[in-house]
């Protein structure tokens, strides 16, 4: 689940608060060590009496430059896309490419995996072309 919060402060308590009682109903635990927080110039307020900081109550990446999500990696920085993207890729399509001309056929496992990292990049690539026009 990829989500968008504008008022961190107030509404991720809120949120995990959610999230645990709705793993609850389907019999699911939240894994929160496996949370990724990409915040964009979030700077946790003091905390009140009756809360402890964000921060230091749930233990995340709360600093991170990127994350991870559906197999692509998501940054602040659009610019930064294509590289921590598409350079990864196609550095493996080549080596691809490489193996083809090495050997008469291919496997059905390697056409898999071919079809997947074309698959892939074509996506980043669209993706990388509509947050740009967004920009």
Do not use: C, H
Not at 28 to 33: A, G, R, S, T
Not at 62 to 79: E, F, P, Q, V
Not at 110 to 129: G, H, L, N, S
């Amino acid at each position: 689940v990829l989500v968008y919060l504008s008022k961190p402060a107030e509404s991720f308590m809120e949120l995990m608060s959610v999230l645990k009682e709705y793993g609850s109903y389907l019999g699911y635990k939240l894994n929160v060590q496996k949370t990724q927080v990409l915040s964009s110039f979030y700077s946790a307020p003091p905390p009140r009496p009756s809360q402890k900081n964000l921060r230091s109550k749930y233990k995340l990446g709360w600093d991170k430059k990127t994350i991870k999500y559906l197999g692509i990696n998501l940054s602040m920085d659009i610019a930064s896309l294509e590289e921590i993207n598409y350079s990864p890729l196609k550095k493996d399509i080549m080596a691809i490419t490489r193996r083809w001309l090495n050997e008469d056929t291919l496997t059905i496992n390697e056409w898999i995996d071919v079809i997947y990292t074309i698959f892939v990049m074509e996506r980043i690539t669209f993706q990388a072309k509509v947050a740009g026009r967004l920009n």
